[in-house]
């Protein structure tokens, strides 16, 4: 039990799936779905903060080396061209929205990101994408209970 709670946990706040996989991660290997649901959002919300703090306190400190501002440049590039016109045109319910919906690479760190490029005020960036994050949540949690039922009808 505590091995399923913590590996979903990690899952959920890593950036390769984010809650996306740690929630039916857990829910397959057998938390209740409340519990893989609470696990997978809590670690998902940390994100924000703990991302908005890395890149306070090392984005201008690494600056310096090209790798890292080639690479910066790069991704500040593409996450304008994905989510930027509609982010900018629609703020807080661009961003929520755009969290909000399950998909790969619209989860907390591409929206932080979007956030911390869109000088977004944090407050508002933290709510907008807790509340996006909620849903998608309540969307994995549900799509991965009735489909883990479904599969044990079989």
């Known amino acids: 039990m505590i091995a399923e709670v913590v590996q979903t946990f990690l899952i959920s706040l890593s950036p390769f799936g984010e809650s996306r996989v740690g929630i039916p991660f857990g829910i397959v290997s057998g938390l209740h779905p409340l519990w893989a649901l609470g696990i997978g959002l809590f670690a998902n919300i ?3 903060p703990l991302f908005m703090f890395l890149l306070d306190k090392f984005n201008v400190k690494l600056w310096r080396f090209k790798f890292y501002k080639e690479k910066s440049i790069k991704i500040a590039q593409r ?3 994905g989510v930027g016109q509609k982010i900018q045109k629609y703020g807080f319910w661009g961003l ?3 969290v909000m919906i399950p998909l790969p690479v619209t989860g907390a760190y591409a929206a932080s990101i979007a956030a911390y490029i869109f000088k977004l005020k944090r407050k508002h960036a933290f709510i907008a994408i ?4 909620a849903i998608s949540c309540g969307i994995m949690a549900t799509g991965a209970y009735f489909g883990k039922m479904g599969i044990e009808q079989i």
């Open 79 to 81: 996450s304008k061209r």
């Open 96 to 98: 929520m929205i755009f």
């Open 46 to 48: 940390l994100v924000f």
């Open 130 to 133: 807790s509340i996006g994050l």
